[in-house]
């Protein structure tokens, strides 16, 4: 199974800009397959959903009124 690293898709909402929860979902599943997990520093085997409400959690992605957007910048390791 392929583990993406959680950078990737916060690169990714970088790039497409805010999204509602749900078409952000979808269009990550289009992008990086239905079945892939994703891995952080801390965190593996992922299922979409749970990286998303790690990364909120975190703080390094935000809900908005225009929806989820990157609110840092991934770390470079």
Do not use: N, Y
């Amino acid at each position: 199974m392929q583990s993406t690293h959680g950078h990737e898709l916060m690169e990714w909402l970088g790039r497409t800009g805010p999204l509602p929860r749900e078409t952000l979902l979808a269009r990550a599943e289009e992008t990086f397959g239905t079945d892939c997990r994703f891995h952080t520093c801390s965190q593996q085997d992922l299922t979409s959903v749970q990286l998303l409400d790690f990364l909120l959690e975190k703080g390094k992605v935000a809900q908005g009124e225009d929806g989820i957007r990157l609110a840092m910048e991934p770390c470079t390791h």
